[in-house]
């Protein structure tokens, strides 16, 4: 059984910074896409960062527009964890941060979308104040 769980969430003032961890158990997934994405009350679940597999140890990073230069993704293959480093925090950024996994490799076109990853984290909450 796949399982992901996230940790690492909590308050933060704006400016300040979070590290989020996800770590999987039941499969690896060092040649696919591990993500993570956000939701915030009454909005759709928004992609905020992607790890892709492209070859050997090569990894390539992507990015939401919003996050670029403030967040950066890494992951940890020996112990199969993913983590996101959240920096210069704001307020906008307080949502339920989500960690995904894709069971086979991701097109670089679709990593951004909720529904092409099949396991899912139960949630960690962000909250920014100003």
């Known amino acids: 059984q796949v399982q992901l769980v996230e940790s690492g969430g909590g308050l933060v003032q704006a400016g300040g910074s979070l590290r989020l961890s996800c770590s999987a158990s039941g499969r690896t997934f060092s040649a696919t896409v591990m993500g993570w994405f956000r939701q915030a009350p009454g909005k759709e679940r928004e992609f905020v960062a992607a790890?892709?597999?492209?070859?050997?140890?090569?990894?390539?990073?992507y990015y939401a527009n919003s996050v670029k230069g403030r967040f950066t993704i890494s992951r940890d293959n020996a112990k199969n964890t993913v983590s996101l480093q959240m920096n210069s925090l704001k307020p906008e950024d307080t949502a339920i941060y989500y960690c995904?996994?894709?069971?086979?490799?991701?097109?670089?076109?679709?990593?951004?979308?909720?529904?092409?990853?099949?396991?899912w984290g139960q949630g960690t909450q962000v909250t920014v104040s100003s």
């Open positions: 995904a996994a894709s069971r086979v490799q991701l097109a670089a076109q679709r990593l951004r979308t909720p529904s092409a990853y099949d396991y």
């Open positions: 790890s892709r597999w492209s070859s050997f140890s090569v990894y390539d990073e």
